[in-house]
């Protein structure tokens, strides 16, 4: 084989909805940008429902590596989540 290789550690196959929820955890997109991609692909019904849920993962995982605020943050959404239910 010639050339470079390429090895992504962190690819996955999962529901889209996963990557364009964690596009809102951090401030978000442009609405011009969920507007277009609503208009090329609209998620499926309920997904501001489960935005949420999505994101979790990702607060867990910063409240381990860099704490603070974000374990406050990752409490709060728990508690939301549980007056969902």
């Known amino acids: 084989m ?3 290789i390429l090895y992504d550690p962190a690819c996955y196959w999962g529901d889209r909805e996963v990557d364009v929820a964690a596009t809102h955890l951090f401030g ?3 609405e011009s940008f969920y507007r277009g991609y609503n208009e ?6 309920g ?3 489960r935005k949420d849920l999505y994101n979790l993962y990702h607060l867990i ?14 409490e709060a ?3 939301k989540l549980e007056l969902l239910n």
């Open 77 to 79: 959404l728990i508690n």
């Open 47 to 49: 997904f501001e429902s």
């Open 40 to 45: 090329v692909w609209p998620l499926d019904e």
């Open 28 to 30: 978000g997109f442009p």
């Open 61 to 74: 995982n910063h409240s381990l590596l860099f704490g603070g605020h974000y374990l406050a943050q990752t």
């Open 2 to 4: 010639n050339g470079p």
